[in-house]
């Protein structure tokens, strides 16, 4: 079972606020727009729970990049409770540890022991998953549950919501309707767009570049199941074996105020990726000489304005619509599947579709603004100028707790945990 971050009395107190007109939730016709980890994640959770749901999603098929993704026990918990959670394990590594290490000599200066200490500790294991895993998994669990639930080359134009209901315009002049309108639908959402007018993203200056490199092209002893994260001037670079350990995935972000192209699959020149993490250890140009020169791919980190409301009476928002996140915490897309969850029992428990979303949203609002916040304040962190401002700043000890200050707040768990085990 899972419990919401302010606890019960929040469904009393905001259901008071909000007996307007309310529209019982059981057997609700749910329209789901985008078919990423969070619209697919909310899909399962929601016709488990007995609602009638169509997702629909632009592209001709499902698929994700070839990238790699990191998904912490706040997640796994809510996979599980979706029943995917053993397929997924099975396809994914299970990481030992963290290691922050320094760029040029590979000294050690923080670690943070994954494996079975994280899942003793948050009661769900820590995974390193490749993306196209756990959208297959999604997928199939979906089509399990509702054979005809997904539809896929409906790429949304606008909505009308009235008193009865929310009307779906695709590009290609079909309609859909129903009672409840999710706009899962990524960092440039029409969702978000018409609910909030649209608002220009601000570039960060920083570029992530990706690629993603086949095992039997890397020594046999190369890097252990663990997350090393190789932190140097303006630049850190992450490294992680997805894919039952198949597939070795690296992402790499600069500070590169030139490049300001946004999204996973835009291509760059893999000379420019080396000259980028020349001056790294030789491990790092051991696996940036073994990537594929033509599949080196960057991606513009853009952040967006945060939002005061995600929902009307009928809309809401999930996942990266919501709230776009840096990855400088690996949480953006645990974040969508938290919101998954939360938005599942949040219509389960309340009285009335717009006490729900309400209470969805405020469940929801300040945590992922804080995940937010923090990583981007993160990008700071990972980018200090010299060996001892990082070996100090991992040094660096609450004097309440005598916990690694740093660390500490590296971790979103030990922070907070908006899903947990009841
Ligand atoms: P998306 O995955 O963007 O899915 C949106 C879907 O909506 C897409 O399928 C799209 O085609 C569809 N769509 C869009 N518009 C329409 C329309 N008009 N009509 C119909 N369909 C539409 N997060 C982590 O948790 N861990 C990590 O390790 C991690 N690493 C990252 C590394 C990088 C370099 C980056 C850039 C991000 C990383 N993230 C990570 C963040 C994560 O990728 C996102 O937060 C996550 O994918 C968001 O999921 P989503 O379902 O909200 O949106």
Redesign the pocket.
């Known amino acids: 079972d899972l419990a919401l971050e302010n606890g019960p009395q929040t469904f009393s107190q905001t259901e008071q606020k909000f007996t307007k007109d309310p529209i019982m939730t059981e057997r609700c016709k749910i329209m789901i ?7 697919l994640t909310a899909a399962g959770l929601l016709l488990l729970a007995g609602h009638e749901v169509e997702l ?4 001709p098929e ?1 698929g994700e990049v070839g ?5 912490s026990a706040n ?1 796994t918990h809510v996979l599980r409770q979706l029943g995917v959670l053993d397929r997924l394990a099975a396809v994914s590594v299970r990481p030992l540890r963290t290691e922050f290490r320094l760029h040029d000599t590979a000294e050690v200066v923080g670690q943070i022991l994954l494996g079975d200490t994280h899942e003793d500790r948050f009661g769900a294991p820590y995974l390193h998953v490749y993306r196209p895993d756990i959208l297959r998994v999604l997928e199939e669990r979906v089509r399990e549950l509702s054979p005809s639930a997904i539809h896929l080359n ?4 606008r909505y009308e919501e009235d008193d009865q209901g929310v009307t779906l315009r695709f590009a290609d002049g079909t309609t859909a309707r129903g009672d409840l309108l999710i706009g ?7 969702v978000r767009s018409q609910m909030h007018g649209f608002e220009p993203a601000n570039f960060t200056g920083n570029v ?1 570049w ?1 690629g993603m490199i086949p095992a039997d092209r890397l020594p046999a002893d190369f890097q252990p199941p663990i997350f090393v994260n190789w932190m140097g001037p303006d630049k850190h670079m992450v490294v992680y074996w997805v894919n039952g350990g198949r597939l070795l995935n690296f ?1 790499g972000c600069v500070e590169k105020p030139e490049w300001t192209q946004e999204g ?1 699959a835009i291509k760059a020149p893999w000379d420019d990726l080396k000259t980028d993490f020349a001056s790294f250890h030789r491990d790092v140009q051991t696996m940036i000489d073994a990537a594929d020169k033509d599949n080196c791919f960057c ?1 513009a ?1 853009n952040n967006r304005p945060r939002l005061k409301y995600w929902s009307t009476d009928r809309v809401t928002l ?4 919501a709230h ?2 840096l ?1 400088y915490m ?7 599947i938290e919101d998954a969850a939360v938005l599942m029992r949040a219509l389960d428990e309340c009285n009335g579709l717009g006490a729900a979303l309400k209470t969805y949203e405020q469940a929801r609002i300040d945590r992922t603004a804080r995940i937010v916040d923090e990583s981007t304040e993160h990008a700071r962190l990972f980018h200090f100028q010299t060996h001892a401002e990082f070996r100090e700043a991992f040094a660096r000890k609450d004097p309440a707790t005598d916990r690694g200050l740093w660390l500490y707040n590296y971790n979103p768990l030990t922070v907070s945990l908006a899903v947990a085990p009841a």
């Open positions: 727009v985008g078919g990423g980890i969070g619209g629909f999603e632009q592209a499902l990238a790699g993704i990191q998904v997640a409906k790429a949304l134009e899962a639908d990524g960092i440039k959402s029409v992530a990706r992402v996973w991606w980190l999930l996942g990266d619509s776009p996140t990855p690996a949480q953006g897309a645990v974040m969508a």
